[in-house]
Nanobody, 129 residues
């Protein structure tokens, strides 16, 4: 049973922060590139941030650069997305994704849905006063 399970979503005020977690079950993230994708109501799924398989590379969508930090802890089989200075434009369902292939972060974030090996079920992030 191969799964990605996200946690850490919720409701926060503008300017607040959240830390999302993505834990793999049934496989090791050591050999996987990881990405966080976001889908707002009525919109398509877009890449927010990615981290390379094993080259240390990271990629951020322009609108979150300087506010979000992606990281991974292979010993815990978990990836994270620290989200700071949140705004309503950050609203949406955040999905963790993994690809079992040597990829740099930028390549991971260019993949379409069909190119992803595993998806989490998503967590809702709502930024509202």
């Amino acid at each position: 049973q191969f799964q990605l399970v996200e946690s850490g979503g919720g409701l926060v005020q503008p300017g607040g922060f959240l830390k999302l977690s993505c834990t793999a079950s049934g496989f090791s993230l050591d050999n996987y590139a990881i990405g966080w994708f976001r889908q707002a109501p009525g919109q398509g799924r877009e890449a927010v941030s990615c981290i390379g398989t094993n080259d240390g590379s990271t990629f951020y969508k322009d609108s979150v650069k300087g506010r979000f930090i992606i990281s991974r802890d292979n010993a815990k089989n978990t990836a994270y997305l620290q989200m700071n200075s949140l705004t309503p434009e950050d609203n949406g369902v955040y999905y963790c994704a993994a690809v079992g292939f040597p990829l740099a972060a930028s390549a991971m974030c260019r993949l379409t849905t069909n190119g992803i090996d595993y998806w989490g079920k998503g967590v809702l992030v709502t930024v509202s006063s």
